[in-house]
């Protein structure tokens, strides 16, 4: 996948990256899914749509709580990786993009996107999402991401991607809403805005495995031995933190309902 306006558009695969996403990207806090529940929303009842869903985080995570899944993403080695990590919940996963997705008009109550809504070409997606919306629907839109001005570790961390992977534009994330076009509001009008701090525990290993699985890393387009060379001096850098320890992370909550 390119897109200008990220990684100085340099090709990025998230697919490379599968088996240590499907290991060390499973990181939300419950208080980020029930937030998501407090909102009425991926509950008993609804049919949900994710999108750019990755390894299933947001399905199998949310399965528990009734709804019924589908999760949908461009690369074949996460729907793959999301089918293992899914054999005992009745989830169906598609190899489809947000843009390549076509169910039925009114087909969901509910339709998301963690994590992946600035790779969507919002032109061709949120004329198509309304449309797969029943009447009063909702989009939501979920973000998650370490402050590094503010998180020692984090801003460590961070500063080595840049290093080996100065195109990044990952890096620098400061508290913000997450936002649609202008032209979108005559699709959706906001329901709930959300924006709030919340920690999240890591150990050494699962903060590394955590950054190798970033876009700057694990899914670009460095080389195996330059990979394996940040691989080893971030180690080095987390040799001197403790074993276990938080990163301080903001979360941002879009919840969109469909207009008729």
Known sequence: MKKNNIDGGNAFDWGKTSKDYAKYRDIYPNEFYERIVDLELCVTGQNVLDLGTGTGVLPRNLYRFGAKFIGADISENQINEARKLSQNDDIKYIVASAEDVNFPKRSFDVITACQCFQ????????????????DDGHFCILWMAWLPDEDKIAGMSENLVLKYNPSWTGAGEKRSEQSIPEWAKSLFEVKNSIVYDINVPFTRKSWHGR????????ASSLSDEVIAEFEKEHIKILSEVPEIFDILHYVAILDLQKKR
């Open 211 to 218: 950054m190798k699985a970033c876009r700057g890393i694990g």
């Open 119 to 134: 790779y969507f070409d919002t032109k061709i997606t949120l004329p198509k999402i309304h449309d797969m919306l029943k």
